[in-house]
């Protein structure tokens, strides 16, 4: 209410000024008057004047009052380099602002409206066209050689010993994925994305689980597809015989509702069929024993999921950064790390923490914010901090509680903690389909490669399903990738 009212007050401040000149214009006018109207110049040149100090005491004492805001600590190597770079920026371009904005209100006062002065006209000069282009060039250089040097450092080659871990952003929630005690995080692929694989990491077994998921799901589909038309022919016995208007109104949606999923079965069945042709065709044997992806298969079976995430201070770590639906951005404000988490486009972003959790409590002990206690709580907020990853892309309505936590350690610590993670494939062993060669492979003839094959029809989803030729293709895909 207060700021309303202030606000009313200046906005009326504003309307009484302009109509006061526009009356001073008209009189002076009216009487044609030239020396009124050389005394009204020098008014409205000295309000210039005021507005211009006025303008430079706020401009300063912002900078002085939210000092402890403008660069706060930072707690990486990277984020220092960034503050430099933010510092000298603000700088080069608040020296410039204040230099144009005096010119620009002492000009206005200086050569103000006076009856005999005529405007000179120039119409161009190269001396001075020179300077106004090399200046800002050398300085925009120099800012771009900054901001490059920091770039290179966040995005840079990661140093032997460096950890390399994995963030995953989706609709709405951030996980992460640890290298076991091997430190090479295991292969994923999108196609295995499961219930019991949420990212998707390639193992046999895990391989074997998506199959037989698809399979279950495809026959499903086809005794749906069949059981389609008694249901249709039910509620359309319902509509054409029930005297009763409401089952047969209840009647007309359930038919609309069923007719379209029969419209859409077809679809849907071809696409997982593509599915599953997909994860055949790309992890056949041969490739899952290759040098390159043999290695990394391997590596899969220690890495681990934990709920937060855990960093050692003063050592490189690397974030492997994705998304499984749309654009999320991986941020964690007092690191300095923000980077857009984009869905089939892995980014990466290299940083050091210098700071670990407890550390930061100690520094934030004096800042009167973190003094603060919460409502409800006991203990003054700095006593409970912890580094906080955010989302920084608009992600949509459940934005806001993609909220994930960061604890950096002491390399003590984080041993400790290593010592107490279970790899998630040990985790997920159990709950995992094994592939019982008989009834799968069954399964696999009856539903997946009923259309075509033998003219390497990999874009699955097209409709062959009257195409009874591939043979070959089955049999070579019918046996369990685990043995
Ligand atoms: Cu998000």
Known sequence: MTGFLIFLIIALIVVVMFQVTKTLDMVSELRADE????????TQGRLMIAFLVLGLVGFFWTFGAYQSKLFPQSA????????NLFFW?????????????????????QYRWKNNRKAEHISHNNTLEFIWTAIPALVLTFLVVLGLRAWYQITGEESEDALVFEVTGQQFFWSSRYPGPDGVLGLRDY????????????????????????????????????????LIAAAQDIIDHNPNPYPVDSAKV?????????????????????HYKRIVEKFTPEYLASAEVAPLIKAGYDDFMPSELHLPVDREVVARITALDVLHDFYIPYMSVKMDAVPGIPTRFKFTPTITTEEMREILKDNPEWQRIDEGATEPRWKNFIYEVACAELCGKGHNSMRYLLDVDTEEEYSAWLGQQTAFFDLQKE????????????????????????????????????????????????ASIAH
């Open 431 to 478: 709950s995992l389909v094994k592939w019982e060669n008989a009834e799968y492979a069954e399964f696999e003839k009856a539903y997946v490669f009923i259309d075509a094959g033998g003219h390497g029809d990999d874009h699955g989803g097209d409709n062959h399903d009257n195409d009874h030729s591939g043979e070959e293709q089955h049999s070579a895909a019918s």
């Open 89 to 109: 920026t603000l700088l080069i371009t608040g020296v410039v602002f204040v230099i144009t904005n005096i010119l620009l209100f002492v000009f206005a006062y």
């Open 191 to 230: 196609n295995l994305i499961s219930a019991e694989n949420p990212l998707g990491i390639a193992t046999p077994e895990f391989i074997d689980h998506k199959r037989v998921d698809l399979l279950i799901r495809l026959r499903d589909l086809k005794q749906r597809e069949a059981a389609l038309p008694e």
């Open 76 to 83: 990486s190597v990277h984020g220092e380099l960034l503050k």
């Open 35 to 42: 020396k009124e109207e050389e005394r009204h110049a020098v």
């Open 254 to 274: 359930t038919l609309k509702a069923l007719l379209k999923e029969q419209k859409e079965l077809p679809g849907l069945q071809n696409r997982t069929r593509a």
